[in-house]
């Protein structure tokens, strides 16, 4: 079992930055491919950003594409999302996600789940 706690949401303005972190606990962190999903309420989960078990593939939402940027530390057991250039309409609930096996994004979906962190971008 898995346990993945985010951290570093919060109230910013339009234009600019926060860093979310992502700590995993009771498993082989490297193991595991890693990503970022979004919600608002009210609609479905949102794909933000994934990264591969070695940290070599990511892949990016187009929405997200060149504003956030998603890696690991391995050592730390930490995955972060780097966010910037932020917009009223990334205002969500970021969740940190996790899956077994040798893939960027898992087709049968993610296997463990934190229990999100708040991002509300001010105009």
């Known amino acids: 079992q898995v346990q993945l706690e985010e951290s570093g949401g919060g109230l910013v303005q339009v234009g600019g930055s926060l860093r979310l972190s992502c700590a995993a606990s009771g498993h082989t962190f490297r193991s595991i491919a890693m990503g970022w999903v979004r919600q608002v309420p009210g609609k479905p989960r949102e794909f933000v950003a994934a990264i591969s078990r070695s940290g070599g593939s990511t892949v990016y939402a187009d929405s997200v594409k060149g504003r956030f940027t998603i890696s690991r530390d391995n050592a730390k057991n930490t995955v972060y999302l780097q966010m910037n250039s932020l917009k009223p309409e990334d205002t969500a609930v970021y969740y940190c996600?996790?899956?077994?096996?040798?893939?960027?994004?898992?087709?049968?979906?993610?296997?463990?789940w934190g229990q999100g962190t708040q991002v509300t971008v001010s105009s």
């Open positions: 996600a996790g899956a077994n096996g040798d893939v960027v994004i898992p087709r049968a979906g993610y296997d463990y």
